[in-house]
């Protein structure tokens, strides 16, 4: 298996007026392709500082990163800007969306900062990823004429426009009820099929019967790490769930 992801003694501490805060305190974990790995823990234990530090979003204090065989450490700011835009993908819980914009035009964003991409490429682009995540009928619609549900999809045809080597959601399905959140979970599990590395934290432990590893933080430390055996089927889950009343 390919290994996508090294983190070794990742350490993030922050400087609060005269004090220290310990957000990370010694990391080391990897991920391999086609994972599909939960981050999970109470408030305040690292889970963002952590997606952050993935993300090439944060810079760690002490420790290494390598992020598909690349030294994240040694970078300046604007190599970490092109890697981060090559090999990752986002999705936010408040989607982050640019507002009254077109679906057509959130997803060809990241698009934007590869010159060798034309424009024609760039919406034939966004159109594949739009139908992929079953948008094919909103593509003209603006961020504020959709449910959070198809916002969520739009922020993540945008994570996937790019071909990246990574997603990272944060809380993907914070914001959504039961059932769209489950949808959203379906497109997840379909991307994981398809062969996608994905790294998605939440506060919600259903969600992690759903992936195919759970790793636990705790006071910036990792206090658990399970491969899932008994992978529960989304779909399934969703088939079940009584109709959505009006
Ligand atoms: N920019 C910052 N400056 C100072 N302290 C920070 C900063 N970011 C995070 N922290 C602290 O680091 C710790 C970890 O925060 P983090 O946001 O990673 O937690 P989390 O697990 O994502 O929590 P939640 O579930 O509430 O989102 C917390 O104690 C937090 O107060
Ligand atoms: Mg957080």
Same mark, same amino acid.
């Given at each position: ?16 007026? %005269?004090?220290? @805060?310990? *957000? !990370?305190?010694? =990391? ?11 981050? &999970? ?82 919406? %034939?682009?966004? @159109?594949? *990823? !739009?139908?992929? =995540? ?11 004429? &959709? ?87 989304? *779909? ?11």
């Amino acid at each position: 298996m390919k290994e996508i992801i090294r983190l070794d003694d990742i350490r993030r501490d922050f400087r609060v007026g %005269d004090e220290t @805060v310990h *957000a !990370l305190r010694g =990391v080391t974990f990897t991920i391999c392709e086609g994972e599909f790995v939960t981050i &999970m823990g109470t408030s305040g234990s690292g889970k963002s500082t952590l997606l952050n530090t993935l993300g090439c979003l944060d810079t760690p204090s002490a420790g290494e990163y390598y992020l598909d065989g690349t030294a994240v450490r040694s970078m300046d700011k604007n190599q970490r800007a092109t890697l981060r835009n090559r090999k990752i993908g986002f999705v936010f819980q408040n989607y982050n969306l640019l507002p009254k914009t077109t679906a057509i035009e959130n997803v060809e964003l990241p698009l934007m900062y590869n010159p060798s991409c034309s424009s024609a490429e760039r919406r %034939d682009r966004a @159109v594949a *990823a !739009l139908k992929a =995540v079953g948008l094919g009928d909103r593509l003209l619609h603006r961020s504020n004429q &959709m449910s959070g549900g198809q916002m969520q999809r739009v922020a993540i045809a945008r994570a996937l426009v790019n071909d990246p080597a990574v997603i990272l959601a944060d809380e993907a399905t914070g914001n959504l009820d039961t059932r769209t959140s489950f949808e959203v979970l379906v497109l997840f599990q379909q991307l994981h099929a398809a062969g996608r590395t994905i790294i998605f934290v939440t506060h919600n432990p259903e969600i992690a019967q759903y992936s195919s590893r759970n790793i636990t933080l705790r006071d910036g430390r990792v206090t658990g790490d399970v491969r899932n055996a008994a992978i529960l089927d989304a *779909a399934e889950t969703l088939a079940q769930l009584p109709e959505q009343e009006d």
